[in-house]
């Protein structure tokens, strides 16, 4: 099912593979055609992006709601874009829901539309109004929002799921428990929307789920990520560990198996096909179509998981996205290719939505998880680097290189790095310097 809007910290073309009755697919490939995207979204039947230059795309039905599967969710959602980029807005993060859209503007305001059946559009605009909301989640029939002090905005819900109810009486309880003194207030940090269920992972504190969500486990450790498939659960740990529970009938949990050993950054599910990818830019891909275990029913293997694998060997992609039968991803750049004098390659190792910068004396360099960038430096002299969190706090230091053959290294005794960031020495090949970050703020 659809996965949470993402910040956009990913760079690059966009690859779509899967079902296309409405024109998802192909609809949205036309869309992006020479564009650079930024974040995606796929929902039940419709895709979203984000372009670098702030334009929200979109494709599906066409909101004309002629089809029983058209409730606007498209248009309303492309329209309220256009009124925030009037008004002098920007558009950050995108959440494709069921038959519903959610976005987030530069300044924490919600924008929804679509199907609101269920108050998932109506409702959520109604509790998020005068509030900063930082990150966002759309599932089948329900919607939600985190605002800027961690508090879960949760509307909607189909008929008889607990996926609203479950999640609100989960973190009650969490706040009522056992913590010292109880009456604490659990602060949501990320938040996953499956068909009729939910997760929520605090910024501190164990993962929590409503009460039908398959839950993952594993070793105790920190969480950095979770997704929610139709009924399965993906998460990720801070060494970059893929754990995956629920239904497998079409092999979607077997994507722990395929990322064994292998450092995850980004995971996505949809109906019954999961997404990751590596810190190396790696697209793993599980479900219909690459197991012996095919279920029974009706069609379920529309290329979303072979296809969408072919498109991106020997490619680096750096996001991905995962509708009910369709799959997105974002295909980055692979290095720094040649450097020239004075120059050093970046790479950056970390959990989704974060971001790391450097300032040089002539230049800023933006490095997403799972990206490189080029930035001129000069042997000695001290930078500012930042890493931007799941949270979107910040966390400064600074970094001073030291010539290292052809190109640059760190140099330990002159740098002062951010808490939980280190890295390695040059690529001996690329050359490229890779830091890595490590949350602390997430514990099971």
């Not at 609101?116 to 919607?143: K, P, Y």
């Not at 790696?282 to 197991?291: D, F, H, Q």
């Not at 974002?330 to 790479?347: Q, T």
Request: overall charge negative.
């Amino acid at each position: 099912m659809p996965t949470p809007g993402l910040r956009a910290t990913a760079r690059g073309r966009l690859l779509a593979h899967g079902r296309d009755d409405h024109g998802q697919v192909t609809g949205i490939r036309t869309a992006a055609q020479g564009r650079t995207v930024v974040a995606v979204s796929a929902g039940a039947f419709h895709s979203l992006a984000l372009t670098e230059d702030g334009d929200l795309l979109g494709a599906g039905p066409d909101g004309s709601r002629k089809h029983p599967d058209d409730y606007g969710q498209v248009a309303e959602i492309l329209a309220a874009a256009e009124r925030e980029r009037a008004d002098g807005g920007a558009i950050t993060r995108v959440a494709a829901g069921g038959l519903h859209s959610l976005a987030l503007t530069d300044r924490g305001r919600l924008l929804a539309g679509g199907n609101d059946e269920f108050g998932q559009v109506s409702r959520i605009l109604d509790a998020a109004r005068g509030r900063t909301v930082v990150a966002i989640a759309a599932g089948l029939c329900h919607s939600f929002a985190i605002t800027d002090e961690g508090e879960l905005l949760a509307e909607g819900g189909c008929d008889g799921d607990d996926a609203v109810r479950g999640i609100k009486d989960a973190i009650a309880r969490e706040e009522a428990g056992s913590g010292a003194g109880g009456g604490r207030t659990v602060r949501i940090a990320e938040v996953a929307a499956g068909a009729h269920f939910s997760l929520a992972l605090p910024e501190r504190g164990r993962l929590l789920g409503s009460p039908s969500a398959p839950m993952p486990k594993g070793p105790d450790g920190i969480l950095s990520g979770v997704a929610a498939g139709s009924d399965h659960s993906l998460a990720i740990t801070d060494r970059g560990e893929l754990l995956a529970a629920g239904d497998d009938r079409y092999g979607q949990t077997r994507i722990q198996e395929e990322a064994h050993g292998r450092r995850v950054i980004a995971v996505a599910g949809g109906l019954a096909h999961s997404l990751a990818v590596t810190d190396q830019g790696e697209l793993l891909a599980t479900g219909p179509g690459r197991s012996a275990q095919n279920g029974s029913g009706p069609r379920m293997d529309f290329g979303q998981v072979t296809d969408l694998l072919d498109a991106a060997r020997d490619r680096r992609v750096v996001a991905v996205a995962a509708g009910t039968l369709h799959s997105l991803a974002i295909e980055g750049e692979r290095d720094c290719g040649p450097l020239k004098a004075g120059e050093a390659c970046l790479a950056f190792t970390a959990p989704p939505l974060c971001h790391l910068r450097v300032q040089s004396d002539s230049a800023f360099a933006g490095v997403e998880p799972a990206g490189v960038r080029k930035l001129p430096v000069r042997a000695g002299r001290s930078y500012e680097i930042v890493v931007t969190d799941e949270r979107g706090a910040d966390h400064s230091g600074h970094v001073r290189f030291t010539a290292a053959g052809n190109g640059f290294a760190v140099d330990d005794a002159g740098s002062t790095l951010p808490d939980g960031l280190t890295h390695t020495p040059p690529h001996p090949v690329t050359g490229a310097i890779t830091f890595l970050w490590t949350s602390t703020t997430r514990r099971t």
